[in-house]
């Protein structure tokens, strides 16, 4: 395979790149069937895409100092982590699901660096 490194990097972000919009569609979903939390439910996605807009800003920059597989790798561990601690909470709670989808939305706009 002449441009393996690629096709695998192009996987890699085509998974991470859905898992954070199953979380975002887990939210919304949560937060408006189950706690009726529309407003807040807003807050959390204008503060991710603020959050990914400065990241995107700041990232711009320094992007070019850190080795892309390492860094698909460190958010991919992060996001899992977060994953795995709201399984063991057995209650989904919105503000933790919410912090959980800031995370990975943030997480994903560092990759797309």
């Known amino acids: 395979m002449k441009h ?3 096709y695998i ?3 890699a972000d085509i ?3 859905s898992s954070c919009r199953s979380v975002g569609m887990l939210l919304a979903w949560v937060m408006i069937n189950y706690h009726s939390l529309k407003v ?6 204008t503060s ?3 959050i990914q807009v400065i990241t995107l800003i700041l990232f711009s920059s320094l992007s070019e100092r ?3 597989k390492n860094i698909i790798l460190l958010c991919v561990i992060i996001t899992s982590i977060s994953l795995i601690s709201l399984n063991f ?3 989904l709670a919105p503000f933790k699901l919410g912090a959980v989808y800031i995370v990975t939305s943030l997480l994903c706009i560092v990759i797309h660096q």
């Open 4 to 6: 393996k490194s690629f």
């Open 9 to 11: 990097y192009q996987i």
């Open 15 to 17: 998974i991470f790149t």
């Open 40 to 45: 807040e439910l807003g807050w959390f996605i």
């Open 48 to 50: 991710s895409w603020a």
């Open 66 to 68: 850190f080795n892309k």
């Open 89 to 91: 909470d057995h209650n």
